[in-house]
């Protein structure tokens, strides 16, 4: 399994860095704020950020809209948020996490995607791999921006 990893300083606590994800994933219009690539988001099971609810999520990739769909499998507020990812893209891409640890003042967010057949896929599909780490930087940056300019 091959795993694309971007972290980033933040300079507020973990709780409303963790406050922040769940009001990104609260509405289409939190969700667009944090990426310019993202359109729509919905929990079709459950309430936000408990484990077992259902999100699917609308967003361009490769200049292309996908809808994925992610069961949350593990919440640690003001921690950590694990997720797997249902078919069709768990077979290529079955898990990803969100962790946040406290580092001085502020804290340190990481987003991680798990790929099976990681290594393979890099070398057929390498421009699909930069992209993906292209927007979860660009997702860190805008998530520090939100966080950091109220």
């Given at each position: 399994?091959?795993?694309?990893?971007?972290?980033?300083?933040i300079?507020?606590?973990?709780?409303?860095?963790?406050?922040?994800l769940?009001?990104?994933?609260?509405?289409?219009?939190?969700y667009?704020?944090?990426?310019?690539?993202?359109?729509s988001?919905k929990w079709?099971?459950?309430?936000a950020?408990?484990?077992?609810?259902?999100?699917?999520v609308?967003?361009?990739?490769?200049?292309?809209?996908?809808?994925l769909?992610?069961?949350?499998?593990?919440?640690?507020?003001n921690?950590?948020?694990?997720?797997?990812f249902?078919?069709?893209?768990?077979?290529?891409?079955?898990?990803g996490?969100?962790?946040?640890?406290?580092?001085?003042?502020?804290?340190?967010?990481?987003?991680?995607?798990?790929?099976?057949?990681?290594?393979?896929?890099?070398?057929?599909?390498?421009?699909?791999?930069?992209?993906?780490?292209?927007?979860?930087?660009?997702e860190?940056?805008?998530?520090?921006?939100?966080l950091?300019?109220?």
């Amino acid at each position: 399994m091959t795993s694309i990893v971007d972290s980033i300083e933040i300079n507020a606590t973990p709780a409303k860095i963790f406050d922040a994800l769940a009001q990104v994933f609260s509405s289409n219009g939190g969700y667009k704020k944090w990426h310019k690539d993202h359109v729509s988001c919905k929990w079709i099971k459950g309430k936000a950020f408990e484990e077992g609810s259902i999100l699917y999520v609308e967003e361009y990739l490769h200049g292309k809209l996908h809808g994925l769909k992610a069961r949350m499998t593990k919440i640690e507020p003001n921690r950590k948020v694990t997720y797997r990812f249902l078919l069709p893209l768990g077979i290529l891409c079955p898990k990803g996490s969100f962790i946040i640890e406290l580092k001085g003042e502020g804290s340190i967010f990481i987003a991680t995607l798990s790929f099976n057949f990681g290594h393979l896929l890099s070398k057929i599909a390498p421009n699909s791999f930069e992209t993906i780490k292209k927007h979860m930087k660009e997702e860190g940056e805008n998530l520090k921006a939100l966080l950091e300019n109220e």
